[in-house]
Structure formats: structure tokens, C-alpha cells
């Protein structure tokens, strides 16, 4: 397995314009999280998903986010009608049972910056 | 809710001196802890986890962490600091009672490693 990928992994775009990012979490995993990280913070968290179902979402997600992982594989992030303030790393991370017992591992993160 | 406070946002140490970047954690439950380390427009990359099975963790590159209950406590150490070390530091707990849920992170120290 290659670990978490996600893509792209730079996105600028003009305010107002929608987005969406993808991630590819590690097959065993059943478990997928979507974090944001603006700069000199720590990762906040937004949402997870245990296969399918999306369990929780965070205050952070507001009605303009929408995540999705149909069949319980890749995850999408959408954000519509973007705005500066959503300038940040939007990391995701899987976990679940692997061959390392209980893996958390993280993707290297995709950068959104809104011009 | 758990909460996690990382004292001094900047470390700066030189070259083969000993690093220390603390951690002091709240949860309500016995807590997993982790230290992750990032590397500029990176991911997070797992340094160590304590799972509960010894209170002193070793993990990769060198670097160590104890658990203290008494303290609330997971500071990570390196006895002897390498250029390559220069990073951000993100002390992290999950929540949920296990290894593998949400995570709440701290706001980061920047370790600075001077030659």
C-alpha cells in the first residue's frame, strides 16, 4: 500500500469558485478524516467517515463544505463558493486495523490558496 | 472534551544539544497520545504513539516521549539534536477512548536546530 494520497496537492482559485479535493486513504482502513490547518495552527478537525457514513461533523463545516466517500473507499472535499478565509491545508488521514495493528497515518495534505 | 497545551510555540536548540518540546494533554479518559512531526508544505509524519502498553515511547529518528499521568504530561526528547530535526512538532490526543479516533492537536512547536 502506498499510504494516503491525495489530490491535487496545490489549488489556487479566485473567490467564489468552486472546489473539490480527493483522497485515497489506505485500503485497510476503515476510517477517513478530513482536517484543516491554517497557518501556525495546529490541524483542526471537520469530518470523519467510518466506511460510508459520514459520523461527525465539526462547527468548522459550514453549509458551503461537503464531504462524501461513496462505498466506502475515496473520500471528496467540496468546497462551493469559496472564500479567502478558506485559504489552508486540508490534510486528510485514515485509520483503522492494518498490518501494524492500529495504523493513523496522514496524507501530505492538499494546499488551497483563494485569490 | 480533550485539550492539548504545547509550551512555547518557538524551540531553538544548536546541533547535538538535547531536545525537549513538552506536552500537557486533558482527557477525561485514559488517553492515546501521539507526537507527529511536519516538514514544510508536508503531511504529518507519526514520530511515536502511547497506547498505554509502557509510559516511556520510543519512536523514530531518535526521538522518545514519557507518559506522566501525575503530570498530564507527554514531553518528547532527543538526547542529541540533528540539522535534519528542524521541523514543526504537533503533540495530538485522540478521542473516543481509543487509538484510532478524532484527533485534537496542539498548536505546534517550531524547533529550530542551529549548527
Known amino acids: 500500500d502506498t499510504g494516503v494520497s491525495q489530490d491535487p496537492r496545490h489549488k489556487i482559485t479566485k473567490r467564489g469558485q468552486n472546489v473539490t479535493f480527493r483522497c485515497d486513504p489506505i485500503s485497510e482502513h476503515n476510517r477517513l478524516y478530513w482536517y484543516r490547518q491554517t497557518l501556525g495552527q495546529g490541524p483542526e478537525f471537520l469530518t470523519y467517515?467510518?466506511?460510508?457514513?459520514?459520523?461527525?461533523k465539526s462547527r468548522l463545516l459550514s453549509d458551503r463544505f461537503s464531504a462524501e466517500r461513496p462505498k466506502g473507499s475515496f473520500s471528496t472535499l467540496e468546497i462551493q463558493r469559496t472564500e479567502q478565509g478558506d485559504s489552508a491545508m486540508y490534510l486528510c488521514?485514515?485509520?483503522?486495523?492494518?498490518?501494524?495493528?492500529?495504523?493513523?497515518?496522514f496524507g501530505s495534505g492538499t494546499r488551497l490558496t483563494v485569490v | 472534551a480533550q485539550s492539548v497545551t504545547q509550551l512555547g510555540s518557538h524551540v531553538s536548540v544548536s546541533e547535538g544539544a538535547l531536545v525537549l518540546l513538552r506536552c500537557n494533554y486533558s482527557?477525561?479518559?485514559?488517553?492515546?497520545l501521539f507526537w507527529y512531526v511536519q516538514y514544510p508544505n508536508q503531511g504529518l509524519q507519526l514520530l511515536l504513539k502511547?497506547?498505554?502498553?509502557?509510559?516511556l515511547v520510543k519512536g523514530i529518528n531518535g526521538f522518545e516521549a514519557e507518559f506522566k499521568k501525575s503530570e498530564t504530561s507527554f514531553h518528547l526528547t532527543k538526547p542529541s539534536a540533528h540539522m535534519s530535526d528542524a521541523a514543526e512538532y504537533f503533540c495530538?490526543?485522540?478521542?473516543?477512548?481509543?487509538?484510532?479516533?478524532?484527533?485534537?492537536f496542539g498548536q505546534g512547536t517550531i524547533l529550530t536546530v542551529h549548527p
Open positions: 488521514a485514515s485509520s483503522g486495523r492494518d498490518r501494524g495493528g492500529y495504523g493513523y497515518t
Open positions: 482527557s477525561s479518559v485514559p488517553p492515546y
Open positions: 502511547y497506547t498505554s502498553a509502557a509510559t
Open positions: 495530538a490526543v485522540s478521542e473516543g477512548g481509543t487509538s484510532y479516533g478524532k484527533l485534537t
Open positions: 467517515f467510518q466506511n460510508e457514513a459520514q459520523l461527525e
